[in-house]
Nanobody
């Protein structure tokens, strides 16, 4: 069971990036997926979540209106579109799940894999 986040990079303030979360060893479609981030010296922060059927999403106040989570179950992939990026968005971003079909929108971070670095310059 592994989740792989990708799509990070270096971008100027106000720019955009789209992160992808792919799964191996299981079918991502059956589970709610979360994105969280970890910046140096800061606590882990939940960013966004999406239900297994796309019917429900959650966004942290810090990203609401700028980030959009979505999923393409045909591609077994979840995306995080990040617009109007700010320097405070700089962090390593991870996707996670709890592999529990009963979870509605935001799963526990029971399984996650390699993150992707997002760096926003001012």
């Amino acid at each position: 069971v592994q989740l792989q986040a990708s799509g990070g990079g270096l971008v100027q303030s106000g720019g955009s990036l789209r992160l992808s979360c792919a799964a191996s060893g299981f079918t991502l479609n059956y589970y709610a997926i979360a994105w969280f981030r970890q910046a140096p010296g800061k606590e882990r922060e939940g960013v966004s979540c999406i239900s297994r059927d796309n019917s429900s999403t959650y966004y942290a106040d810090s990203v609401k209106g700028r980030f959009t989570i979505s999923r393409d179950n045909a591609k077994n992939t979840v995306y995080l579109q990040m617009n109007s990026l700010k320097p405070e968005d700089t962090a390593v971003y991870y996707c996670a799940t709890d592999l529990t079909e009963a979870t509605t929108t935001c799963p526990a971070y029971a399984y996650w894999g390699q993150g992707t670095q997002v760096t926003v310059s001012s």
